[in-house]
């Protein structure tokens, strides 16, 4: 299946998009995921599909607005899932569905976190130490890569039970910053 952002549904304005889902051959008609009268820009699927978890959008070279939502399989409604007076963005969900990474610059500066999924509220357990953006799961389930205020890609392999616990940072290679174009602030831009 293909999971998009489309204004389909609506009259084409601003903000209207919402979260749609169709087989990958095209065959049938698109399903709708996720609906929310506030910009969505990103959206991931838990590995169940019962979850959709989209990032609401904010102004351009404005800090915060940009918050996380989330919708389950039969209601499309988006409810507030991580909402502060900062940005969160650059969402990824573990390949076992129970742990969301993030960025959210309520430091000062981008750092990478990791939430419990879905009962974010149990906790937040901070990944990178000196600035970090693009959170991408490794399909392994024990590592996550981002990249750090250095442009380094770095992997943080961990342990997680009911907490999440960073054991290991490892510096791999530096980007070329023909390659993070401006956008690494606000979503992931490579995959593992």
């Known amino acids: 299946a293909i999971t998009y952002l489309s204004r389909r549904g609506g009259d084409g304005a601003a903000g209207e998009a919402d979260v749609w889902k169709i087989r990958a051959d095209g065959i049938g008609e698109p399903e709708l995921l996720l609906s929310s009268d506030i910009n969505l820009w990103e959206a991931v699927l838990s590995p169940d599909e019962e979850w959709v978890v989209a990032r609401t959008g904010g102004q351009a070279g404005a800090s915060g607005g940009r918050d996380v ?7 499309p409604d988006a409810e507030p899932l991580i909402v502060t007076n900062f940005d969160e963005k650059a969402i990824a969900l573990s390949p076992d569905g129970r742990w969301l990474a993030h960025e959210s610059d309520e430091t000062g500066r981008n ?3 990791v939430r419990p999924f879905p009962d974010v509220n149990r906790g937040r357990f901070p990944v990178s ?3 970090g953006v693009m959170p991408v799961w490794a399909r392994t389930g024990n590592e996550l890569f981002f990249v750090d205020a250095n442009e380094q890609m770095v992997s943080a392999v961990f342990e997680a039970d009911s907490v999440f616990r960073v054991v290991e940072l490892n510096g791999l290679f530096t980007l070329p910053p023909n390659l993070l174009f401006g956008q ?3 979503y ?4 593992v």
Do not use: F, K, M
């Not at 939502?69 to 209601?75: D, T, Y």
């Open 111 to 113: 750092e990478v976190h």
């Open 184 to 186: 690494n602030e606000l």
């Open 69 to 75: 939502v989330v919708g389950r399989r039969g209601n």
């Open 188 to 191: 992931s831009i490579y995959d």
């Open 129 to 131: 130490q000196q600035g």
